[in-house]
């Protein structure tokens, strides 16, 4: 590797294409810690909206008026209001209300850091997405399947769990595939509030060196493959799962 590393400080002094995390150790941790954070921060919001999704869309079923009042309003206010703007509400607004942490130095921490934040503020925008995605799939599934469920004694969650929640997942994939998407990409937000990610790194390496072109150009391919890896992944889940009929 120690080649590589000559080449491009090599190609740096003879052209001035600065890439400084390819060459210089310090550089190359940063940016090889941002991209680790990114993966975990979208893996984090993936899991978690998801979650959200199929529990919203359950309780949007409920018999309770106000439960399903309040998922509707949830829904409105996230669907309805920048995520950039969640996000600092999150962590300015909500964030200095709650109680402060001592630290390792003696002094006063917040109880939540910058990317637990990030992680809440953008699981509860996508999730309000997912909420109607699932109940879309929902009530494309017959409504004679259900019957025939409730026919043979099953209780309305083992309903949801057992029958509706898999045939609706078939259906919703190509929706719920878009919108994970576009759930990685909004990650970059969080440099909003200083959580180390990819884009934040390459700031701080941009600023060092001067080399904002090399550093936009490498974070564009950075993030094209990186959701062109996770397109490829639910593509091939979405053909594992179809069933002829239900997508």
Do not use: H
């Not at 190609?11 to 940016?31: A, H, K, S, V």
């Not at 699932?134 to 019957?147: H, Q, Y």
């Amino acid at each position: 590797m120690e080649f590589v590393f000559d080449w491009f400080r090599t190609l740096y002094q003879e052209t001035g294409i600065n890439l400084p995390f390819l060459y210089d150790e310090y550089d190359r941790n940063r940016m090889i810690g941002g991209f680790l954070t990114t993966i975990w921060l979208s893996l984090v919001c993936l899991f978690f909206s998801v979650i959200i999704g199929v529990i919203g869309a359950w309780l949007q079923g409920s018999s309770f008026k106000w439960t399903r009042r309040i998922v509707n309003g949830y829904i409105q206010l996230f669907r309805n209001t920048p995520p950039l703007v969640q996000l600092y509400f999150f962590y300015f607004a909500i964030g200095t209300l709650l109680p402060r942490v001592e630290n390792d130095w003696g002094g006063q921490s917040p109880i939540l850091g910058s990317f637990a934040w990030a992680a809440i503020s953008l699981s509860f925008f996508a999730g309000a997405f997912n909420v109607e995605i699932f109940r879309s799939g929902i009530e494309a599934v017959p409504k004679s399947t259900v019957e025939a469920a409730e026919a043979l004694g099953f209780s309305k969650l083992q309903i949801y769990r057992d029958i509706t929640l898999p045939l609706a997942f078939r259906v919703v994939l190509p929706a719920l595939n878009n919108n994970l998407v576009n759930l990685v990409k909004t990650t970059t937000l969080a440099y909003a509030i200083a959580v180390p990610e990819m884009l934040y790194e390459a700031n701080q390496i941009w600023s060092d060196n001067v080399n904002v072109t090399e550093m936009m150009i490498f974070l564009l391919l950075a993030y094209f493959a990186l959701v062109g890896v996770l397109v490829s992944g639910m593509n091939r889940w979405e053909r594992a799962m179809k069933i002829p009929g239900y997508g």
